[in-house]
Each structure stands twice: as structure tokens, then as C-alpha cells.
T-cell receptor, first 117, second 116 residues
Framework: AQKVTQAQTEISVVEKEDVTLDCVYE???????LFWYKQPPSGELVFLIR??????QNEISGRYSWNFQKSTSSFNFTITASQVVDSAVYFC??????????????FGEGTQLTVNP | KAGVTQTPRYLIKTRGQQVTLSCSPI?????VSWYQQTPGQGLQFLFE???????NKGNFPGRFSGRQFSNSRSEMNVSTLELGDSALYLC???????????????FGPGTRLTVL
């Protein structure tokens, strides 16, 4: 069975601080996909990134960066120089290979990030 | 390109009633998945439809059902509503996973269902 754990329920920072959101996953598959989604107050889930299990390269996109470590089953997300607009709930998610489970995503509990001015 | 649309956005029903929610995927997307989001259980997968067939199902009672039409639009139905069915119901569409690849899912704004 798959499982995603986001131990941080809420994080509050002051603008311009760096913040890291933790994600730990469990799966028996050797091939899997990891995701981060952002959910602003409007409710819509916004896709941020996808990583394949066979690609452990870290990725940077502007102020966002992701650290994927298979050895610790973690896929952490860092926002550098946070802004008020980053305030949202962030979800980490996991998927088996599509031939096994189609598009099914297993989500973590989410981390509510509040960036104060 | 228009995103995923869901109607209605808000709905209030009473216990015992039934409800139908609608989802129109992004043009060209053939797979539609449904998720339920509640404060207690978080985001949970309900089912996925592709080519008018249910391809995958989550752990929900038979009161939750769905269907997909030939134009890929999907509807979700909940019968005999219970208070615990109050939730945000999210629909996601994707082009369709091919063997060995994964196609990103794009989510709609959701339908907020309140059961009184």
C-alpha cells in the first residue's frame, strides 16, 4: 500500500524567509511518481512538479526547489525568499505506474503555509 | 485553452437526497478522476473514467457512482446523502497515462457540497 506523510500540519513564516516543506512516502513499487500541488483558498489544486522514481536530480524553478532522496524516501520542497502569495496548503502526492493504477494519486495530509508580511 | 470546469460550484442538500456533480475536462483530455476532500480524511481518490469506462475505484461505498460520456465529460452521483458526505469534490483530467509514462492531472475548482 502507498502512503504519503507530511508531518508539518502548519508552518508560519515572515516574508523573505526560506521555508522547507517535508514529504515522506512509502511504496513497494520500484517505479513511481511524486508530485507537489498547491491549493490556494479558492480550492483548485495547482500542479507544481512531478518527479519519476528513477530521476533523483534536484530541481529548481525560480524560488522553488525540490530535493528528492530515495535513500530516505523523501521529496522535500523549499521556497526561497517566501512571499505572501505563497500562502496556501501544499500537498505532496504519490502515484504508481499508470499501467497499474491509471491516474490515481495518493495525497499527504497537506501543510498549511502562512507567510506573514 | 480552457481549464477543467465543474458545476455547480456550491450545493446544499439534506440527508437522504441524492446529488449529481458535473465535470468537463480540458479539451483533448480523455481521463477524468474524482477526489473527495474533507478536513478529517483529506484528499481521497473516488474513481477514474476513461473511454466511458471506470478504470479505477477508491474505497468508497456504492452510494458513490459516476459515468463518462462520449465527449469525455463526467458526472458523479451520490445517493442517500449522509452528513459525512459534506466535502469539496474535485475533478481532475489528464490526456491519459501511456505505458511507462505519466500524464499530469489538472484539477478543477471543485464543487462544495454541504449536507444538512
Amino acid at each position: 500500500a502507498q502512503k504519503v506523510t507530511q508531518a508539518q500540519t502548519e508552518i508560519s513564516v515572515v516574508e523573505k524567509e526560506d521555508v522547507t516543506l517535508d514529504c515522506v512516502y512509502e511504496t513497494r513499487d520500484t517505479t513511481y511518481y511524486l508530485f507537489w500541488y498547491k491549493q490556494p483558498p479558492s480550492g483548485e489544486l495547482v500542479f507544481l512538479i512531478r518527479r519519476n522514481s528513477f530521476d533523483e536530480q534536484n530541481e529548481i524553478s525560480g524560488r522553488y526547489s525540490w530535493n528528492f532522496q530515495k535513500s530516505t524516501s523523501s521529496f522535500n520542497f523549499t521556497i526561497t525568499a517566501s512571499q505572501v502569495v505563497d500562502s496556501a496548503v501544499y500537498f505532496c502526492a504519490l502515484s504508481e505506474p499508470p499501467e497499474t493504477s491509471g491516474s490515481r494519486l495518493t495525497f499527504g495530509e497537506g501543510t498549511q503555509l502562512t507567510v506573514n508580511p | 485553452k480552457a481549464g477543467v470546469t465543474q458545476t455547480p460550484r456550491y450545493l446544499i442538500k439534506t440527508r437522504g437526497q441524492q446529488v449529481t456533480l458535473s465535470c468537463s475536462p480540458i479539451s483533448g483530455h480523455r481521463s477524468v478522476s474524482w477526489y473527495q476532500q474533507t478536513p478529517g480524511q483529506g484528499l481521497q481518490f473516488l474513481f477514474e473514467y476513461f473511454s466511458e469506462t471506470q478504470r479505477n475505484k477508491g474505497n468508497f461505498p456504492g452510494r458513490f457512482s459516476g459515468r463518462q460520456f462520449s465527449n469525455s465529460r463526467s458526472e458523479m452521483n451520490v445517493s442517500t446523502l449522509e452528513l459525512g458526505d459534506s466535502a469539496l469534490y474535485l475533478c481532475a483530467s489528464s490526456f491519459r497515462p501511456r505505458t511507462g509514462t505519466y500524464n499530469e492531472q489538472f484539477f478543477g475548482p471543485g464543487t462544495r457540497l454541504t449536507v444538512l
